[in-house]
């Protein structure tokens, strides 16, 4: 057992440590604004922006629960007098009464990296489980904490201090929990691929090592009942994450004791060659990079994923096109068609695969008030064809700012579908969030300042 491992076992191990039987609330919803890695051009910044409901690598971040008519959900906010110092939030909005509460502050974080946001489960006996991740450091660490009470967010104990960044948490009914996770490698530049399991959410096996080749890789996933999906790619020298390239796929049915490829192939892990047998397509030959989005299942489980290629890491208008696109294993081959066009490497779309087969993706393709920049404004996409054609619908427009990451709750309901922040691509900016319906008709903007312990949403269009 590697020393990382025993770390990571040893803190998982540790007796829950009690905190404030009620947490601070925040007298309303502002969202962080992070940029990374400046240009030096017109652009600023590789991306940045109103990144609240940001990285993708981090899910769920929203899920809906029937019992009490709830979408609980995470988010990177910030203090009053900063636009810049994450706070890690926690709240929910009520379908019943159409209301959200004051937002609570689980934590502060101690950083102004949106990589730091959090990701969150709810157990079969409705407690809610918040992943905060870090982000390649060894100085600021990532927690786990649980709820004090189901279905409550006023009070939560910290359960463990660990070393896990880009959180993937997935719970199994009547199993536990299945944590596909990330970990910096080689001075905090690589980053590999690792899973953990728990039966309670307070000891944990150690981490177990899926994929580490040449500078690692970013992955997203999803559970359907026993089953969870994922699909990454990877980061070849000596660019990194900044050449990330072709197209991978696993799934496991058994809590990861067997990870298999598409075709039902039980995979050796972990993998260490770009050519193994999870790879999809080789993108890398066509010098194309590839940005992974989100995964649906269709209704004969097949899975199928969301992302765009582009020619470079830059922004601007030299690296395109940037093209959305769809891959979907047809039950004998990966059927890959594209969606629409975009002005961002890092703009996002989530996507559902609804009961009646409807494609539908909320997605931030269209250029918005800075162009070039992370975000825009969000366009529904729906297809009645598994892709083959598309039909849009306009859901922001006039924006003063870029919309930014719409994301999927699971078990989304048709009042509350799609949330997301904005902001400026170039320079702090103040950052709402938004939520909107199903059809993309109305878009609710949370509250910036409450003076109610309970308000409803501002509906802006």
């Known amino acids: 057992m590697t020393k990382l491992a025993l770390l990571f076992l040893a803190m998982a191990c540790a007796a829950a440590v009690a905190q404030p039987d009620q947490l601070p609330k925040a007298d309303g919803y502002r969202g962080i604004w992070y940029p990374n890695q400046a240009t030096h051009d017109e652009y600023h910044w590789k991306y940045s922006g109103g990144l609240g409901t940001y990285p993708q690598q981090q899910e769920p971040i929203a899920i809906y629960v029937k019992k009490v008519n709830k979408t609980f959900f995470v988010y990177g906010g910030t203090t009053k007098d900063s636009r810049t110092h994450l706070l890690e939030m926690v709240s929910y909005y009520d379908h019943t009464t159409g209301m959200v509460p004051k937002p609570t502050i689980l934590m502060d974080k101690g950083t102004d990296d949106a990589h730091d946001n959090s990701a969150m489960t709810i157990d079969d006996k409705g407690y809610i489980w918040i992943f905060s991740s870090a982000h390649g450091t060894s100085t600021r660490p990532s927690f786990l904490h649980r709820s004090r009470k ?27 929990f299945l944590f596909l996770h990330t970990h910096y490698e080689h001075n905090h530049s690589q980053r590999a691929l690792y899973w953990s399991t728990s039966k309670d959410g307070y000891t944990w096996t150690s981490q177990k090592l899926l994929a580490y080749v040449d500078m690692g890789h970013y992955q997203i996933s999803l559970q359907q009942g026993n089953r969870v999906a994922t699909f990454f790619n990877y980061h070849p020298s000596p660019l990194g994450l900044n050449a990330r390239t072709n197209l991978y796929y696993l799934e496991t049915s058994d809590m990861g004791n067997t990870w298999r490829n598409i075709e039902g192939k039980v995979v050796a892990l972990p993998l260490t060659t770009v050519h193994n047998d999870a790879l999809i397509h080789d993108y890398q030959a066509e010098h194309l990079l590839v940005f992974l989005k989100d995964v649906q299942f269709d209704a004969e489980g097949h899975p199928v994923v969301l992302y765009l290629t582009t020619h470079g890491w830059e922004p601007g208008p030299k690296n395109g096109p940037r093209i959305f696109r769809t891959a979907r294993w047809t039950g004998k081959t990966w059927e890959i068609r594209d969606l629409t066009t975009t002005d961002h490497n890092y703009d996002y779309g989530c996507f559902y695969i609804e009961p009646d087969g409807t494609w539908r993706v909320f997605a931030t393709s269209d250029p918005g008030p800075f162009p070039w920049g992370t975000g825009g404004e969000i366009v529904m996409w729906t297809s009645h064809n598994q892709g083959q054609t598309w039909a849009r619908h306009q859901v922001t427009e006039g924006s003063k700012l870029n919309q930014s990451y719409p994301r999927r709750p699971v078990n989304a309901q048709p009042d509350f579908y799609a949330l997301w922040a904005d902001g400026s691509p170039l320079d702090p900016s103040p950052s709402s969030l938004y939520f909107t319906n199903k059809e993309g008709t109305h878009v609710w903007k949370l509250p910036e300042t409450m003076t109610h312990a309970f308000e409803k949403p501002e509906e802006i269009r």
């Open 150 to 176: 189901p279905y409550d967010i006023s009070a939560f104990d910290l359960v463990l201090k660990s070393d896990f960044s880009y959180s993937q948490p997935w719970y199994i009914p009547g199993q536990g």
